[in-house]
């Protein structure tokens, strides 16, 4: 039986946040906090693609346990602890649960993440969905062409075809991703907009209007010539997975772009550049 690598680790109720902000940027997938009678918490998270010992080594002295868990039952398991989440104009419902009253009047958007990252609950998905929201209203993105590197569930790609991009394509180096990408789209009747492909983001060509990455800082740095050769002038570039002390770091890495805004939530941050619009005339004279 197929088995994935998790990490337990209890932590005081105050810290569990920082904790599993910390799981999920080294990689976890999930992570579900389960109420020990001490008032502690104890959090545990799945790891699919990596070995989380050096994650349980940063967390020392805390008590953790890592551990094989049976593959479909981990997928199953942090179900019964998802919960619709609002960001900006958007109600993120999970694919399985009915559609809260509060979600009246909101773009319903209808997840089910599977193994891939984004069923909308971490700060870093809410605020790229914040920032997404807040660009259609000031400036529109109907009829754009729209990039989503490393689209995870597809979450974002779903959201820029909800507000109206004519085009969105989405790419990931994880084919569960893919997988995931191409049923959120149905499940949320904008398959006909959004093609997938399972590659690296150095790998894609075109230029687009919009592009949205939800990746690690270091990702971000990586793939920061690329995503400025992806982008048209004048185009929006939203940028999150990034800690507030990793900004400057990342704004740097994207010396050709301008930061036109900046959104923050429980230490993480969002960051939306602009592309500069390239007269003919620079350079010289006609």
Same mark, same amino acid.
């Given at each position: 039986?197929?088995?994935?690598?998790? #990490?337990?680790?209890?932590?005081?109720?105050?810290?569990?946040?920082?904790?599993?902000?910390?799981?999920?940027?080294?990689?976890?997938?999930?992570?579900?906090?389960?109420?020990?009678?001490?008032?502690?918490?104890?959090?545990?998270?799945?790891?699919?693609?990596?070995?989380?010992?050096?994650?349980?080594?940063?967390?020392?002295?805390?008590? =953790? $346990?890592?551990?094989? /868990?049976?593959?479909?039952? +981990?997928?199953?398991?942090?179900?019964?602890? /998802?919960?619709?989440?609002?960001?900006?104009?958007?109600?993120?419902?999970?694919? +399985?649960?009915?559609?809260?009253?509060? /979600?009246?009047?909101?773009?319903?958007?209808?997840? $089910?993440?599977?193994?891939?990252?984004?069923?909308?609950?971490?700060?870093?998905?809410?605020?790229?969905?914040?920032?997404?929201?807040?660009?259609?209203?000031?400036?529109?993105?109907?009829?754009?062409?729209?990039?989503?590197?490393?689209?995870?569930?597809?979450?974002?790609?779903?959201?820029? /075809?909800?507000?109206?991009?004519? %085009?969105?394509?989405?790419?990931?180096?994880?084919?569960?991703?893919?997988?995931? =990408?191409?049923?959120?789209?149905?499940?949320?009747?904008?398959?006909?907009?959004?093609?997938?492909? =399972?590659?690296?983001?150095?790998?894609?060509?075109?230029?687009?209007? #919009?592009?949205?990455?939800?990746?690690?800082?270091?990702?971000?740095?990586?793939?920061?010539?690329?995503?400025?050769?992806?982008?048209?002038?004048?185009?929006? #570039?939203?940028?999150?997975?990034?800690?507030?002390?990793?900004?400057?770091?990342?704004?740097?890495?994207? %010396?050709? #772009?301008?930061?036109?805004?900046? %959104? $923050?939530?429980?230490?993480?941050?969002?960051?939306?550049?602009?592309?500069?619009?390239?007269?003919?005339?620079?350079?010289?004279?006609?």
């Amino acid at each position: 039986m197929n088995a994935i690598k998790c #990490l337990s680790v209890d932590v005081e109720a105050d810290e569990k946040d920082h904790i599993s902000a910390l799981l999920w940027s080294h990689g976890a997938n999930a992570v579900v906090e389960i109420a020990l009678e001490d008032g502690r918490v104890r959090l545990v998270a799945g790891f699919p693609s990596r070995d989380p010992s050096r994650v349980a080594e940063a967390l020392a002295p805390r008590p =953790t $346990d890592v551990f094989d /868990a049976a593959w479909h039952g +981990w997928l199953e398991a942090w179900k019964p602890f /998802a919960r619709p989440v609002r960001a900006g104009s958007f109600a993120v419902v999970p694919a +399985w649960q009915e559609v809260p009253s509060w /979600a009246d009047g909101l773009l319903l958007l209808r997840i $089910d993440a599977g193994t891939a990252f984004g069923q909308g609950s971490h700060p870093t998905t809410r605020l790229a969905l914040e920032a997404l929201d807040a660009l259609a209203v000031a400036q529109g993105i109907r009829g754009s062409i729209v990039l989503d590197a490393g689209c995870g569930s597809g979450i974002l790609s779903v959201a820029a /075809a909800v507000l109206g991009a004519a %085009r969105v394509e989405a790419v990931d180096v994880d084919p569960a991703a893919a997988s995931a =990408t191409e049923r959120n789209a149905a499940s949320n009747g904008v398959s006909d907009r959004i093609t997938v492909r =399972t590659c690296d983001v150095a790998l894609v060509d075109g230029r687009f209007d #919009l592009i949205l990455a939800n990746l690690l800082a270091g990702e971000l740095v990586r793939l920061a010539e690329h995503l400025e050769r992806l982008l048209l002038p004048g185009g929006h #570039l939203i940028v999150s997975g990034l800690r507030a002390s990793q900004a400057d770091r990342v704004v740097r890495a994207f %010396r050709g #772009l301008r930061v036109e805004e900046e %959104r $923050d939530s429980e230490g993480w941050t969002a960051l939306t550049f602009v592309a500069p619009f390239h007269s003919c005339l620079e350079g010289g004279s006609l």
